[in-house]
């Protein structure tokens, strides 16, 4: 890939996805291992993710929504890319937030909510390609990425809404 560009804003593009990939391939290198791993340990003394480490993607989020707002001089390409990562953080936050909410359920809860997403992944590819009027050409991913980042926020409301109901359980216990 060329990294070399005399458009300012074609580079700050480029550079913003690299390290929104690195950050994101980190968290996931260093959270899958440990996910794996606690999916076959008994009960332990410890969690997956500390209480006070709270991931936020919120900020990186942001930041290319605001560009993808507001920059009209984007390629149909550069948009599609860009509506991708976002695609990438939303996931990414939901994965953080699946994580959480596992560590305050019992080994029956976790088999279960185990089985749901996976049923709800599968779920959620088939209502983003119905969500495709384009069929072919270059706008058709721009709107399955666009479905699919509404389907998997729509999700992290409602795993953070399981998540503050069981720690609110946990804590009046």
Not at 44 to 64: A, I, K, M, R
Not at 119 to 140: H, I, M, N, T
Request: with cysteine; aromatic share 8%.
């Amino acid at each position: 890939m060329n990294y070399t560009t005399n458009n300012p804003l074609k580079h700050k593009c480029i550079v913003a996805r690299y390290f929104l990939r690195m950050a994101l391939y980190g968290i996931l290198l260093l959270i899958l291992p440990l996910a794996i791993s606690a999916r076959d340990t008994p009960q332990c003394h410890y969690g997956l993710v500390p209480d006070t480490w709270t991931p936020s993607l919120n900020q990186v989020g942001e930041n290319l929504t605001e560009l993808y707002e507001t920059e009209a001089q984007l390629s149909q390409q550069a948009l599609n890319q860009l509506s991708q990562d976002l695609v990438d953080i939303r996931d990414a936050q939901l994965f953080i937030t699946y994580i959480i909410l596992t560590q305050t359920i019992d080994n029956l809860g976790r088999a279960q909510l185990f089985d749901e997403q996976k049923r709800w992944l599968a779920k959620r590819d088939e209502l983003a390609r119905a969500a495709v009027v384009s069929k072919g050409g270059s706008l058709a991913p721009l709107e399955y990425s666009g479905a699919f980042r509404k389907i998997t926020e729509e999700r992290i409301a409602e795993l953070q809404d399981r998540l503050q109901q069981s720690t609110s359980t946990i804590q009046k216990k």
